[in-house]
């Protein structure tokens, strides 16, 4: 069976939807023919744990560890709190305190590409002998932390591999990219590297074709586009709530805040006295201030529930329960390309998605392509309104669902088929 050596930083019991993806890769390539070989952090520092997901690591792959140094240890000793957020690429609030911006800006202007950059060195000299042992000839890193794209770029200096650099979210185009204060001299060292990568490594992974568009500019090296996804193996058996419940799952920051939303919910709730009954709005994960203070100034405060961060196994229940699942994303072009994990488990659950974005969003066309739900930008009140109308009176009838279709090439299994072919 060949051998694939794998290099992430996120692995159980990380939580959150960076450790999923090669979390589920690692559970199928071997009914592909392909053993996988992981390398990992000794003792990283997670700002999100979930220790349900360790059960799903599959019995006997091979993990090797080696010591990770971070700054984010000793920066927590400052403000735990606002560490974690930070290092999950979270800020919480349009007007970051004074520490943020100061841990904004050693971040982004001393470690460089990311704050795991000094694992870069020490990982190359300790997987060239691991190359050797196992006889890998394909090496595949996966970002972000982008960072770990320099072990791989290191590796094909030294040893005749393949090299595979897998980005899960784009680089110097994303959010919060933008919030890390970067000094001119910092944004072309960024720059530099991300053209650096692009173009030595052997093949690209994207998970958007948005992404992939992007890249081309830059590099002239193949890229595939290999989504994100479903696992097909939930037990289901979830009861739907009996209240209207609308819930997000996962992170809402500031500048993700469908204002318009609130707006619509809460005249729907003085028109209407049995709306106004019937409606809880659900945010599981970290949820920004002003998106609180948003919410309580439409006087939809009484019916929010906050679940705060949920394990996986619980996640997957909310959504199969709630009547609807809202999916947002920040209204720029260059958030277009973003697909978030959490969709695709949404089209798991089967209930209708109502996704607001930026005009040409790649995660809106595939709502409406699997008619899973329906898409809307932030200025289309009125047509959320009549549509948030027609579902709360589909689930008065108790017919609330959608058409559902051509979901299966998500599941965990398909995709792990067409990663398989490439290595």
Known sequence: MKKVL???????????????????????????GIEPVLYIPKDPHYPIKDATLSKEVPEGVTIYRNTIWE???????????????????????????????????????????DARVHWVKPSIRFLSGIIEKEQIQTVITSGPPHS????????????????????RDP?????????????????????????????????????SETTKQEFEAITARPILVITNGFNTDY???????????????????????????WRVLSELAKEHPSFRRSLQIQLAGVVSEDVIKEIEEHNLGGVVKMLSYLPHE??????????VLLLAEINSE???????????????????????????????EMVRNTRTGRVFTYENDKKL??????????????????????????????????????L
Do not use: C
């Open 171 to 207: 680089w110097t185009s994303i959010g919060y990219h933008k919030e890390l204060r970067l000094t001119k001299r910092s944004q072309k060292k960024h720059i530099a590297l991300e053209k650096e990568v692009l173009n030595k490594a052997d093949e690209i992974i994207v998970t």
């Open 235 to 261: 037990d289901g058996g979830t009861a739907l709530d009996t209240n209207f419940t609308i819930s997000h799952i996962g992170s809402l920051l500031s500048e993700r805040n469908p204002k318009v939303l």
């Open 71 to 113: 700054p984010y240890k000793l920066a927590s000793l400052l403000s735990g709190q606002k560490t974690n957020r930070i290092s999950s690429g979270i800020i919480t609030s349009k007007e970051p305190s004074l520490l943020e911006r100061i841990f904004l800006w050693v971040r982004g202007n001393f470690f460089i590409p």
């Open 6 to 32: 794998i290099v992430t930083y996120y692995w159980p019991p990380a939580g959150g939807p960076g450790v999923q993806r090669w979390l589920n890769f690692v559970k199928y390539l071997p009914e592909n």
């Open 314 to 323: 619980e996640a997957i229940k909310i959504q199969q329960g709630s009547q």
């Open 385 to 422: 309104k009549e549509t948030i109308w027609e579902w709360f009176t589909a689930y008065q009838k108790k017919s609330l669902s959608m058409p559902v279709t051509g979901i299966e090439k998500f599941s965990r299994r398909e995709l792990t088929k067409k990663l398989a072919a490439q």
């Open 148 to 167: 770990l794209h320099l072990i791989g770029m290191g590796l094909q200096k030294l040893k005749t591999v393949k090299w595979i650099a897998d980005f």
């Open 334 to 364: 260059g958030t277009k390309g973003i697909i978030p994990g959490k969709l695709f488990e949404y089209l798991a659950a089967r209930r209708p998605i109502l996704a607001i974005g930026p005009p040409g969003w790649e995660a809106g």
